[in-house]
C-alpha cells in the first residue's frame, strides 16, 4: 500500500464533503486525481456526480477556482489542471491559454 493512501483517502472524503464550496471540492479532486503532468482528467458528467450538482453549478464552481488561481486557467470539466501545467501534454479539450 501506498503511503500516500491516507492523504488520498483524506482528500477523497474532502470532495465528498458537502459543506465546503463546490470550487473547493473541485480543486481538491484535481490535487487527488491529477496525473504526473498535473493533468486530472474526468469523464462526461463526472464532475456533476461527484458535486450532486447541475452543470451550471460545475461550470460556475470551475470558473471560481479558476478566478481564484488555485487550477490552471486552461481548465474544463473535461480536464481540471494544477496551475503552471498547461503545456504538459494532454489530448483533452482546454481553454486557450490565458
Ligand atoms: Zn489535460
Redesign the pocket.
Known sequence: MSTLAPVVRHLEQQVANNQLAAWVRIWVWCQANADD?G???AYTGELRRLLDTNAREVSRAIRLARERGVIDP???A????LPG?AI?P???H?RGAA
Open positions: 503532468h493533468h486530472a482528467r486552461c481548465s474544463t473535461a480536464c481540471l489542471v501545467h504538459a494532454c489530448d483533452a482546454h
